[in-house]
């Protein structure tokens, strides 16, 4: 018996993986989007439904519009609502490269899939959730943001990656501005060094940062931290804060001296 409904892109591993079982925990419903990996979405899913929960697989490039469209029409057709949308699918540039090297090609990908995909599908599913709420099937939906530190850390081998999130947390701006009148809340969690796949090519060089201190918290951060937040704020724990940034990132943020 499922509660409410949440489309969480990228849900298949990493981050997305957490947050989809942290709400299949709680009862929600899930769509599992991927773009590639079959199996890690598959698992996924057999997980939630261990969980009591139900998801719906959905394979869906988020930089493309004929797949955005898919993904929600797909969650509507099986689950009738959008409670939720996350917007965690994202990607590290394919190979890192010096900015005075970056080619227009790895430009062009890191921004469909981590900023332009999310800025259609946000409003795709914005309208959908402005209908379902004056239909009264959904009562205060919410939007959340997946963005990174690297919306004001600058790492040049990867600056495509860092501008994707720096936009990423004005579109956070904008929905949340544009949605309030329709009790439509948006936040942006914003993750430091989590162990996913997408940190194991640097494994070594983060464990060395930590440990000299890089963040007052000294270790690594997980895709559970990140779904508390998540969890936390799709059921309504911050209703008169939209816009809102949430760091869990271990105190990276904070300057020190
Ligand atoms: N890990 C960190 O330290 C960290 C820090 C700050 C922010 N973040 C952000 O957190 C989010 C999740 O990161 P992660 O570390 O969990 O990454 P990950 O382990 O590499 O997982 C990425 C997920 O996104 C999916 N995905 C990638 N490109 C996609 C596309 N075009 N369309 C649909 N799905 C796509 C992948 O599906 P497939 O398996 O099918 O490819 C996978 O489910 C990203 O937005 C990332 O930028 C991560």
Same mark, same amino acid.
């Given at each position: 018996m499922?509660n409410?409904?949440?489309?969480?892109?990228?849900?298949?591993?990493?981050?997305g993986?957490g947050?989809?079982?942290?709400?299949?925990?709680?009862?929600?419903?899930?769509?599992v989007?991927?773009?590639?990996n #079959?199996?890690?979405?598959?698992?996924?899913?057999?997980l939630?439904?261990?969980?009591?929960?139900?998801?719906?697989?959905?394979?869906?490039?988020?930089?493309?519009?004929e797949?955005?469209?898919?993904?929600?029409?797909?969650?509507?057709?099986?689950?009738?609502?959008?409670?939720?949308l996350?917007?965690?699918?994202?990607?590290?540039?394919?190979?890192? /490269?010096?900015?005075?090297? /970056?080619g227009?090609?790895?430009?062009?990908?890191?921004?469909?899939?981590?900023l332009?995909?999310?800025?259609?599908?946000?409003?795709r599913?914005?309208?959908?959730?402005?209908?379902?709420?004056?239909?009264?099937?959904?009562?205060r939906? #919410?939007?959340?943001?997946?963005?990174?530190?690297?919306?004001?850390t600058?790492?040049?081998?990867?600056?495509?990656?860092?501008?994707s999130?720096?936009?990423?947390?004005?579109m956070?701006a904008?929905?949340?501005?544009?949605?309030?009148?329709?009790?439509?809340?948006?936040?942006e969690?914003?993750p430091?060094?989590i162990?996913?796949?997408?940190?194991?090519?640097?494994?070594?060089?983060?464990?060395?940062?930590?440990?000299e201190?890089? /963040?007052?918290?000294?270790?690594?951060?997980?895709?559970?931290?990140?779904?508390?937040?998540?969890?936390?704020?799709?059921?309504? #724990?911050?209703?008169f804060? /939209?816009?809102?940034i949430?760091?869990?990132?271990?105190?990276f943020?904070?300057?020190?001296?």
């Open positions: 499922i409410k409904v949440a489309i969480v892109t990228g849900g298949s591993r990493g981050i993986r947050i989809v079982l942290a709400l299949a925990a709680r009862g929600w419903g899930v769509t989007n991927y773009r590639g #079959a199996a890690a979405a598959q698992e996924t899913a057999d939630v439904t261990e969980a009591g929960s139900e998801a719906l697989i959905v394979q869906a490039d988020i930089g493309a519009a797949d955005r469209d898919r993904l929600v029409q797909a969650t509507l057709d099986r689950f009738g609502r959008i409670d939720l996350v917007n965690n699918a994202g990607m590290a540039p394919r190979v890192r /490269t010096d900015i005075l090297q /970056t227009e090609e790895s430009y062009d990908e890191v921004m469909a899939v981590n332009k995909g999310p800025f259609f599908l946000t409003q599913v914005a309208n959908a959730m402005i209908e379902l709420g004056k239909a009264g099937d959904v009562d939906p #919410a939007i959340v943001n997946i963005g990174s530190i690297s919306a004001y600058s790492s040049p081998n990867r600056g495509e990656y860092c501008i999130k720096a936009g990423m947390g004005m956070t904008l929905f949340a501005d544009r949605l309030a009148e329709y009790g439509i809340n948006v936040y969690v914003r430091g060094i162990e996913t796949d997408m940190t194991s090519a640097v494994t070594e060089k983060y464990n060395k940062m930590i440990d201190g890089l /963040t007052p918290i000294r270790r690594w951060g997980h895709p559970d931290d990140v779904a508390r937040a998540v969890v936390a704020l799709a059921e309504g #724990a911050l209703p804060s /939209t816009g809102e949430i760091n869990v990132d271990g105190g943020h904070l300057r020190r001296l």
